[in-house]
């Protein structure tokens, strides 16, 4: 995070953004802040206090991302408030040892399946009571957006 191009997501330019520790927006976008084990190497996102395969406490904040594949996904038609339903929550893989869950997003619903190419982007999620809160999504690739080399973790 030494970087000066780097820098936390803030509430500055949005009304609200949930978890804006969790991501790092960059000149090339939105990357997720997960945290890697200094002993083991495992990965956790949310960044575990400890980590989940040694117990180790030593736990630095790395960059993923911005595109995973869609594991597995849901349309959830009853869910918790204050959120609009439905709406779609999957699983993305972001590398083979970090599977994380989270809002899924496409222009067409239809285009959702799993093992399609997500991108960690920045949207408006729609609340029951009409309001939008800025947050960060993974949203559905067409094929001529998917970037070959990225998904990976970067120190
Ligand atoms: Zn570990």
Same mark, same amino acid.
């Given at each position: 995070?030494?970087?000066? &191009?780097?820098?936390?997501?803030? +509430?500055?330019? +949005?009304?609200?953004? *949930?978890?804006?520790?969790?991501?790092?927006?960059? /000149?090339?976008?939105?990357?997720?802040?997960?945290?890697?084990?200094?002993?083991?190497?495992? #990965? /956790?996102?949310?960044? +575990? +206090?400890?980590?989940?395969?040694?117990?180790?406490?030593? *736990?630095?904040?790395?960059?993923?991302?911005?595109?995973?594949?869609?594991?597995?996904? /849901?349309?959830?038609?009853?869910?918790?408030?204050?959120?609009?339903?439905?709406?779609?929550?999957?699983?993305?893989?972001?590398?083979?040892? #970090?599977?994380? #869950?989270?809002? *899924?997003?496409?222009?067409?619903?239809?285009?959702?399946?799993?093992?399609?190419?997500? &991108? #960690?982007?920045?949207?408006?999620?729609?609340?029951?009571?009409?309001?939008?809160?800025?947050?960060?999504?993974?949203?559905?690739?067409?094929?001529?957006?998917?970037?070959?080399?990225?998904?990976?973790?970067?120190?």
């Amino acid at each position: 995070m030494n970087n000066p &191009q780097r820098t936390t997501a803030t +509430a500055s330019d +949005a009304p609200e953004v *949930i978890s804006p520790d969790d991501v790092a927006v960059t /000149s090339d976008g939105p990357r997720l802040l997960v945290g890697r084990c200094r002993d083991c190497g495992a #990965l /956790s996102f949310p960044a +575990a +206090a400890v980590c989940h395969k040694c117990w180790s406490h030593f *736990i630095d904040r790395v960059e993923a991302g911005p595109q995973g594949t869609l594991y597995s996904y /849901s349309t959830v038609h009853i869910g918790p408030k204050p959120w609009r339903t439905p709406y779609v929550l999957g699983y993305v893989d972001v590398t083979p040892q #970090l599977r994380v #869950l989270t809002h *899924i997003q496409a222009a067409d619903a239809g285009a959702i399946r799993i093992g399609s190419t997500v &991108q #960690l982007t920045r949207s408006d999620v729609q609340l029951e009571d009409g309001r939008a809160i800025s947050t960060f999504v993974f949203s559905v690739l067409d094929i001529n957006q998917v970037q070959p080399s990225e998904g990976a973790v970067h120190a």
